[in-house]
């Protein structure tokens, strides 16, 4: 059993909780992942790891309040037990080398972001974060970004809070005066689609974060696969990090669809989201 050592609400529909997982602390890096089972009638389902600590032995994990599993989960309390929490999972990000970086996240995807930047600020890289969410109401993590960031933009879809408009205006501008060695972009498939379009353009290195349906993490399912320069990778041991100027974006959104039926007919029912 792995005990919940503290729980914090960020939104009403995010939470964040540390994990004591001294074996998986140990070698986690950024751009994990682990899969975790809460009890033995569970489902198995993937959450980044969204910081470590390795002298404490702690998991951080960020998840969102959508499916029956992290609906149960968010009802869990410091104290209480997850029964299963395997990790770490994936390839880790490379992050070593780069002078100036822009991290991008959008809504949940900041979660997914926020450790890949403070990697690059702690390798010594002078990191600017663009992050985009829907209200004022969804922001996460802005104090903990504004500390590990040169530059801190928020966007919201409808001003309420920082810049009114998308993460990809904020790159636009910031490229008619600047560069950038890499750009890192983390969030919806059409977000990053467009992301790693502009910076092609630009000639940057973008590497984004394909977080697919995962069943096993092992790659024996299948169900994360993406095409990646007309070769088929799974996101769960090749990835979740791929190329952004090589992955096809317009299958992988197809794909994301599939259980859209499934989803939409339990919300209906006033359920939970299957996952």
Known sequence: MFKIV???????????MDIEAPMIAAKAKAGQFIILRIDE??????????????????????????????MHLGTLEAGDAIKDFVGPLGRASELEGYKKACVIGGGLGVAIAYPQAKELHK???EVDI???????????LEDEMEQISENLYITTDDGSNG????????????????????????????????????????GIKTIVSMNSVMVDGT??????RVTVGGETKFACVD???????????????????Q????????????GYLNG
């Open 219 to 224: 790659g024996m399912c299948g169900g994360c």
């Open 259 to 270: 259980y859209k039926e499934e989803e939409e007919h339990s919300c209906k029912l006033g």
């Open 41 to 70: 009638v569970g489902e198995r389902i993937p959450l980044t790891i969204a910081g470590y600590d390795r002298e404490k032995g702690i998991i951080k994990i960020i998840f969102q309040l959508v499916g029956k599993t992290t």
């Open 123 to 125: 390798l010594g890289a």
């Open 6 to 16: 503290s729980k914090r609400v960020l939104n009403e529909s995010v939470h964040m």
């Open 239 to 257: 990835g979740p990090d791929f190329d952004g100027h090589l992955v096809d974006f317009d299958e992988a959104m197809v794909r994301s669809l």
């Open 130 to 140: 663009i992050a985009g969410f829907r209200n004022k109401d969804l922001i996460i």
């Open 163 to 202: 810049v009114k408009g998308f993460v990809t205006d904020i790159l636009k501008k910031n490229l008619e005066n600047t560069t950038y060695d890499v750009v890192i972009a983390i969030g919806p498939l059409i977000m990053m689609k467009f992301v790693a379009q502009i910076t092609k353009a630009a």
